[in-house]
Nanobody, 113 residues
Framework: QVQLVESGGGMVQTGGSLRLSCVPN????????LGWYRQAPGKQRELVAR???????DYGDSVKGRFTISRDNAKNTVYLQMNSLKPEDTAVYYC???????WGQGTQVTVSS
């Protein structure tokens, strides 16, 4: 069982930045993939970013060039740095670990225009 605790959500204006954090209850070195999905009201959950413990990462098309995922082994934390935020980035952001698949509780990000 992997528990994931997220933090860092909130409200920001268009063009602003936020950094989300996700801390698992086990060493992130042992977790192959850590990443973030998001879900906006009335929409399907979509991949935002993911990073493997081997150093590979990839991003959803809508956030490429604006968001950066990173894994800090020393702090046992995975981060999602979000820059140049847009109203369409408004969603609940969920941290996940895989395999096996576990989800965090989600954190709300709201971008006002």
């Amino acid at each position: 069982q992997v528990q994931l605790v997220e933090s860092g959500g909130g409200m920001v204006q268009t063009g602003g930045s936020l950094r989300l954090s996700c801390v698992p209850n086990k060493s992130i070195v042992s977790i192959y993939t850590l990443g973030w999905y998001r879900q906006a009201p009335g929409k399907q959950r979509e991949l935002v970013a993911r990073a493997t413990n081997g150093g590979n990462s990839d991003y959803g098309d809508s956030v490429k060039g604006r968001f950066t995922i990173s894994r800090d082994n020393a702090k046992n934390t995975v981060y999602l740095q979000m820059n140049s935020l847009k109203p369409e980035d408004t969603a609940v952001y969920y941290c996940y670990a895989d395999p096996p698949l576990f989800w965090g509780q989600g954190t709300q990000v709201t971008v006002s225009s």
